[in-house]
């Protein structure tokens, strides 16, 4: 079993950065993909981004041009970086993996899961 533990997450004011850190065990899966994802109080958890191992990025709308995900082998980490923080990006970030499956952020449905790492963006 894949495991993951996120790091990273913190308290930034209104236009700020943060790189998030996912630390996976070994991935001995064929293809997969990775994403993360957050959840805000009262609202239902929504995908940001995904990386698959072919090297296709999907991003929501929301985040295009201010996120980026990425991935370093060598350390096993994957890694989100956000820039431009609004309060609307506040929520706690959790990292997930779904093996055999070349995903879209549309039906990313992954079956192992980070504990999560919070992230709060004040005005």
């Known amino acids: 079993q894949v495991h993951l533990q996120e790091s990273g997450g913190g308290s930034v004011q209104t236009g700020g950065a943060l790189r998030l850190s996912c630390e996976y065990s070994?991935?001995?899966?064929?293809?997969?993909?990775m994403g993360w994802f957050r959840q805000s109080p009262g609202k239902a958890r929504e995908g940001v981004a995904v990386l698959t191992s072919y090297g296709d990025l999907h991003y929501a709308d929301s985040v295009e041009g201010r996120f980026s995900i990425s991935k370093d082998n060598a350390k096993n980490t994957l890694y989100l970086e956000m820039h431009s923080l609004q309060p609307e990006d506040t929520g706690m970030y959790y990292c997930?993996?779904?093996?055999?499956?070349?995903?879209?952020?549309?039906?990313?449905?992954?079956?192992?899961w980070g504990q999560g790492t919070q992230v709060t963006v004040s005005s």
């Open positions: 070994e991935i001995t899966f064929g293809y997969y993909s």
């Open positions: 997930a993996l779904e093996p055999y499956r070349r995903s879209t952020l549309e039906n990313h449905s992954p079956t192992i």
